[in-house]
């Protein structure tokens, strides 16, 4: 495909305001909806069609509920406010100086000019330092990610009733969760529920209620932000559901067949398990470092933008960088800290349009609703600040779990996806059945060969001679992996073994 050149987004012109939102998440949409009646013309851009509505994605993961009702179109939620375009493409550029943004699709430049622009692009999966983890224990960022797992997970059980190997199905029936913080927990939780309830009885050579589900952290507790009370508390229910929790174990290698855990006191050991999963640390998305380079504007270590009072950066008061971006003191990054920040720099741009200038803005100022985590089907925990008090109300068990479904419900967008839920959930939490068990192979593994295709296209562009096309297909003995290639049509040559064994996993 030839690439034409950037071209200027077929959004009609006008002379009002433009205002360009990176990112369809909790702080781009919000701050979208914000504006719907402002006079100014809002272009959202997102690399994905998508408002993923992440707290949930545990629930994919796990076959709870399905990944539309997490996911609505975002361009089909922004329907009716017709001031505003929502274009998908991959931001690789934003150019302060000329105001504009760049993205892609394919092939296909298109550069957005910006009077106002709001950065919310969010944060991915930290491996500190470790990306090649990423290959063997995927992140819980994305829907890919939640179908990938749930199609490992499921995947495990299938090989393990294949193997007359104790060892090898040991290993098939350990799961290990890496990160004690609520996706940790969360997740932990709903594969031991997985194995011990639904999955009970629908195998004929194994016992699904004797996988073991490992939650590891390099931390001393389970859920840190929580306190020790409330960790505690959510750590002693996970044990009574058979959940092996070890902390102070840092992972220092990942690979196909397990991981090595290095102990307080320096000893190292091996765990062998064929799923795992990455939530632990998170990094800033890479526009950030783009913004401190044309500003001068600091970042933290996760790659946050530590922005001003307004949320702007320094001498670009029409920039706003909300959400998981932004690194403001006091604001965790969750979805109330990126939905505050969205409709903050909505309102900001509002005011402006009524002859407010930057310098009048009120500091943002962030409400802090609580923090809640579930654990399993009837227990939760819950902390929530109470004014006038030094120490927030907490508390755990069935409380709190209802608290959190209720709470989980009025933000999910759209009414079809609350009641779709609402029925799942009734499904899943009388019955332990989960309707949503399917998997398919591209699933397991297409983010490992669309990860090879990009290297392959990277050593080709180089000009080392291997493209992705059939030719490329071959392996350096010159034969076609025809695993990798039935699932996607014409991948790979090197790391052949690690997609030959993703596919395995699939089966
Ligand atoms: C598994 C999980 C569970 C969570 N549970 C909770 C919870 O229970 N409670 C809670 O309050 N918070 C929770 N959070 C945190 C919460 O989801 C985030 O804080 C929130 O989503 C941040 O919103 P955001 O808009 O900054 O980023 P995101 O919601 O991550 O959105 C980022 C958007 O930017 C787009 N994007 C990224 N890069 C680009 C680019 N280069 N070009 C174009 N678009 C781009 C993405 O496609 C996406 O649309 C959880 C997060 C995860 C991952």
């Known amino acids: 495909m030839s690439s034409p050149a950037a071209q200027a987004p077929a959004v009609a012109a006008t002379d009002r305001r433009k205002v360009v939102i990176i990112g369809s998440g909790f702080g781009g949409l919000f701050a979208a909806q914000r504006l719907a009646k402002a006079d100014v013309d809002v272009t959202l851009i997102a690399k994905t069609t998508h408002h993923l509505f992440q707290p949930m994605l545990y629930q994919v993961a796990t076959g709870i509920v399905a990944e539309g009702e997490i996911a609505p179109a975002t361009r089909v939620v922004l329907r009716k406010q017709k001031n505003t375009s929502v274009l998908m493409g991959d931001v690789f550029d934003i150019d302060l100086e000329a105001k504009t943004v760049s993205s892609r699709l394919l092939e296909r430049i298109t550069v ?5 622009l709001i950065v919310a692009a969010g944060a991915d999966q930290s491996y500190f330092g470790n990306d090649h983890f990423a290959e ?5 960022k994305t829907i890919d990610h939640a179908l990938e797992l749930r199609g490992r997970i499921l995947g495990a059980f299938e090989q393990a009733e294949l193997s007359h190997d104790p060892a090898e199905r040991a290993k098939l029936l350990t799961f290990v969760v890496v990160g004690a913080g609520p996706t940790g927990v969360e997740l932990a939780g709903q594969i031991a529920e997985m194995s011990d309830k639904t999955l009970k009885g629908a195998f004929r050579n194994i016992d699904p209620t004797e996988a073991r589900v490992i939650l590891l952290d390099a931390a001393p507790a389970v859920l840190p932000p929580f306190g020790p009370k409330l960790g505690g508390k959510a750590a002693a229910r996970l044990e009574k559901m058979g959940v092996e929790i070890q902390l102070n174990a840092m992972v220092v290698d990942v690979d196909y067949d397990g991981l090595v855990v290095k102990e307080k006191d320096g000893t190292t050991r091996r765990i062998e398990s064929q799923c795992k999963v990455w939530s632990a640390g998170v990094q800033a998305s ?36 909300v959400g998981d971006m932004m690194a403001v003191d006091g604001v965790p990054g969750v979805a109330q800290g990126a939905i505050q920040g969205g409709r903050y720099a909505a309102d900001a741009i509002k005011a402006e349009l009524k002859g407010q200038t930057p310098d009048q803005r009120k500091p943002f100022s962030y409400w802090d609703k609580g923090s809640m985590a579930t654990i399993s089907r009837y227990s939760a925990v819950m902390q929530v600040p109470v004014p006038g008090f030094k120490k927030p109300f907490e508390t755990e068990g069935y409380f709190a779990w209802l608290g959190w479904l209720a709470l989980h419900l009025v933000y999910l967008v759209g009414f079809r996806n609350r009641l779709n839920t609402l029925i799942n959930w009734f499904f899943a939490f009388t ?77």
């Open 286 to 321: 890479p526009l950030g470092q783009q913004l401190a380079e044309q500003s001068g504007v600091e970042l933290d270590r996760a790659g946050r933008v530590k922005v001003g009072p307004d949320l702007t950066i320094p001498g670009h008061p029409e920039v706003f960088v």
């Open 431 to 507: 019955t332990r059945g989960r309707s949503q068990l399917a998997v398919t192979e591209q699933q397991v593994y297409a983010r490992t060969a669309i990860g090879q295709l990009s290297a392959l296209e990277k050593q080709a562009a180089e000009g080392n001679g291997s493209g992705p096309d059939a030719e490329a297909a071959e392996t350096d003995s010159g034969t076609v992996d025809s695993k990798a290639t039935d699932a996607s049509g014409s991948v790979p040559t090197e790391g052949k073994d690690a997609v030959g064994k993703e596919s395995e996993a699939a089966s």
């Open 112 to 116: 957005t000019p910006y009077d106002d």
């Open 136 to 140: 063997y224990a995927p992140g819980m």
